[in-house]
């Protein structure tokens, strides 16, 4: 029987839909990690954040201690790399993870978004590494795999995917060409100018893996970059800033500026090998689908905190306005039952493409994930600003969650595709049915004016 926690965090009716296709070992993982969020993970907050440096290069140096002491517990608590599905790499990961499904992960991520950022370090399932071992397991050489997806897996280092570039219109990857690899010899020598790339600020970061031109002639603009595994140690690699979101820097993983000056590299350093030449567009259209079903998950999560901060707020009896509770206020109401609306439609959609993935692969869920990927930000933003809002100038402070909240959520507007890229390409999927559609009406009205003309009657108004 499932844990009756379970539907704090999920609409009782959506946990109806899904709890038959759920395994006794997930509901089991569930509750398990119902317990590390609410026990281990949302306590550990405050800590966390004052364990981080204020300010200064101490800023990046280390990572707050709090958080190996949280992926010990998570390890121990068979909560470690629960995104993973399965495939030819699950063994690597010791087990872990093994059996779940897209659906049952789903769940537990929204579970994870409670604590944005903490949950899904602490239990491996943090982007961008979760990207990046799916290239690494699905695409990297033997080699490759044991020197980065092994500690990857274990959690022992963190990575970078390094794509969005200074001055270029990066919405539209077939424009990335200011970061090139060329060759030299047996060796590649990269140039480029990347920016905002997650991950690059953090002390533990062992790899990015570098989209870059390695054949500008080819007549294929999809077929002209390829994927290269750069360590940040190396000569030419310059982490020039952390970009900053609405003032916050994510420290002490961040979101870099970073140079590649004549970075030297063997022809071994491409995903695949050589035969990962000119694929880069092909494997990162197998990284970006899952991934940004992910962010969409954990976003619900961040949504329904805020609304139980705000549900907090407005039941304080030391906050009443005008003699009356906030709640008492019909505006409130009224945002508390349009959030309440908007959070367990938006999980449907999640839900919808999470399962459409287990039954047919991310290629043929890419109209529910894209759907998703361009609604769930939105709600978020939306109840985020209204907890914003009930909380008055707090709210937009630091002294509660809910800015960071904001700022995080608002970047997944870009991440992985910009909104108007997803919205173009559905509308785009919709036309495609007109035909049918057009076949179907015709039919209709001709079986229309047969009854019509079978009962001797002209055609009334509608």
């Not at 995917?161 to 077939?174: I, L, N, P, R």
């Amino acid at each position: 029987m499932a844990d009756k926690r379970i539907t704090q965090y999920i609409s009782p009716g959506a946990w109806a839909l899904v709890d038959p296709l759920f395994s006794d070992r997930a509901r089991s993982i569930l509750t398990t990690l119902i317990d590390f969020v609410e026990q281990d993970v949302l306590p550990s907050e405050a800590l966390f954040h004052a364990q981080l440096a204020p300010h200064g290069p101490e800023r990046w140096a280390s990572v707050p201690s709090v958080m190996d002491q949280l992926k010990g517990r998570a390890k121990e608590l068979g909560l470690w790399n629960l995104w993973l599905s399965g495939g030819d790499f699950q063994g690597m990961a010791g087990g872990e993870g093994g059996g779940l499904t897209n659906l049952e992960y789903a769940v537990m991520a929204e579970v994870m978004g409670h604590s944005l950022v903490l949950a899904p370090q602490a239990t491996n399932c943090s982007a961008p590494d979760t990207g990046n071992m799916e290239v690494l397991a699905r695409f990297g050489t033997p080699e490759q795999k044991q020197t980065y997806l092994v500690p990857l897996l274990r959690g022992e280092i963190r990575s970078s995917f390094s794509m969005t570039e200074v001055a270029v219109a990066s919405s539209d990857a077939t424009n990335l060409k200011n970061t090139t690899a060329r060759v030299e010899g047996n060796q590649l020598v990269l140039s480029g100018h990347k920016w905002w790339i997650s991950g690059a600020g953090d002390p533990r970061n062992a790899v990015h893996i570098v989209l870059c031109v390695t054949d500008p002639g080819n007549a294929s603009p999809h077929k002209r970059h390829s994927l290269v595994l750069v360590e940040p140690k190396m000569k030419g690699v310059k982490i020039v800033r952390p970009m900053t979101v609405f003032g916050y820097d994510d420290a002490p993983e961040g979101h870099c500026e970073v140079i590649y000056d004549n970075v030297r590299l063997g022809v071994d350093s491409v995903v695949g090998g050589k035969a990962g030449l000119g694929r880069g567009f092909e494997i990162i259209q197998a990284r970006l689908g899952p991934g940004r079903l992910h962010h969409c998950m954990r976003s619900i999560g961040v949504a329904s905190r805020a609304l139980d901060l705000l549900l907090q707020r407005v039941s304080d009896p030391a906050r009443r306005t005008f003699g009356k509770y906030l709640r008492e206020h019909g505006t409130v109401l009224a945002d508390i039952a349009n959030s309440r609306a908007e959070i367990d439609q938006a999980r449907l959609l999640v839900l919808s493409a999470a399962r459409q993935i287990d039954l047919h692969g991310a290629k043929a869920a890419l109209k529910e994930i894209g759907i998703a990927k361009f609604t769930v930000p939105q709600m978020a933003l939306r109840v985020i600003d209204r907890a914003m809002q009930v909380h008055g100038a707090e709210g937009i402070s630091q002294d509660t969650p809910l800015a960071a909240f904001y700022a995080g959520v608002r970047t997944l507007r870009f991440a992985d595709g910009p909104d108007e890229v997803h919205v173009q390409q559905i509308g785009k999927q919709e036309l495609k049915r007109v035909e049918i559609l057009q076949a179907r009406e015709a039919a209709v009205k001709r079986k229309a004016a047969a009854l019509l003309k079978e009962a001797g009657l002209a055609k009334a108004k509608l």
